[in-house]
Nanobody
Framework: VQLQASGGGLVQAGESLILSCSGSGLTLDNYGIGWFRQAPGKEREWVSYMGSRDGTRDYADSVVGRFTISEDVAENTDYLQMNSLKPEDTAVYYC???????????????????WGQGTLVTVSS
């Protein structure tokens, strides 16, 4: 089982990026998918969650209205579209999978079993 997060890069404030989370050895549509990020010198924080086939979408207050989580079932890939990026969005972004049948609080890291390796997003001012 492997998750691969990709799509990070260096952008200017106000620009957009789309991150991808692809899975091998597992079908992402069977899982809840969470995105987290860790800024330099800070703890990892939850960013967004998408449920498995139930329409659930949730976002941290800091990104609501700017970020959109989605999936392409055929490609076994999930996405995080990030618009109007700010310097404070600079972080390593991780995707992770959670059991949609047992998850209680998708904002908590301990709910997630498989993690991608992270992709760096840098937003310059």
């Amino acid at each position: 089982v492997q998750l691969q997060a990709s799509g990070g890069g260096l952008v200017q404030a106000g620009e957009s990026l789309i991150l991808s989370c692809s899975g091998s050895g597992l079908t992402l549509d069977n899982y809840g998918i969470g995105w987290f990020r860790q800024a330099p010198g800070k703890e990892r924080e939850w960013v967004s969650y998408m449920g498995s086939r139930d329409g659930t979408r949730d976002y941290a207050d800091s990104v609501v209205g700017r970020f959109t989580i989605s999936e392409d079932v055929a490609e076994n890939t999930d996405y995080l579209q990030m618009n109007s990026l700010k310097p404070e969005d600079t972080a390593v972004y991780y995707c992770a999978t959670a059991n949609p049948c047992t998850i209680v609080s998708w904002r908590e890291e301990h709910e997630y079993k498989y993690w991608g390796q992270g992709t760096l997003v840098t937003v310059s001012s």
